[in-house]
Nanobody, 121 residues
Framework: QLVESGGGLVEPGGSLRLSCAASGFTLDNYAIGWWRQAPGKGREEISCINYPDSGTKYADSVNGRFTISRDNSKNTVYLQMDSVIAEDSGVYYC????????????????WGQGTQVTVSS
């Protein structure tokens, strides 16, 4: 099971850190991705940290502003969101892909329930 947390209301230009914690399995055997779904839109891949070397990938829309990382001792993956803009609003989901080099939506083995991020002044 994956559980996201850390969402909320943040002003433009502000920061937020999302967490994706696993229970029942260890995240270091998985690639972990973050996806964002805005109202009326499809789920967009934002970032991925892969298996086995924790290489990272970012969507162009967040590159340079967001940072994904994993803490295996806490069995948690984080998404640090800096310099947020209104377009970053949406429900953020994390997903785990077994021993993968990439975070492919169709290959996700386990999803979290999502956490809402709203960027507004």
């Amino acid at each position: 099971q994956l559980v996201e947390s850390g969402g909320g209301l943040v002003e433009p230009g502000g920061s937020l850190r999302l967490s994706c914690a696993a229970s029942g399995f260890t995240l270091d055997n998985y690639a972990i991705g973050w996806w964002r779904q805005a109202p009326g839109k499809g789920r967009e891949e934002i970032s991925c940290i892969n298996y086995p070397d924790s290489g990272t990938k970012y969507a162009d829309s967040v590159n340079g502003r967001f940072t994904i990382s994993r803490d295996n001792s806490k069995n948690t993956v984080y998404l640090q969101m800096d310099s947020v803009i209104a377009e970053d609003s949406g429900v953020y989901y994390c997903g785990a892909v077994w021993r993968a080099l990439a975070c492919v939506h169709a290959s996700v083995n386990s999803w979290g329930q999502g956490t809402q991020v709203t960027v507004s002044s």
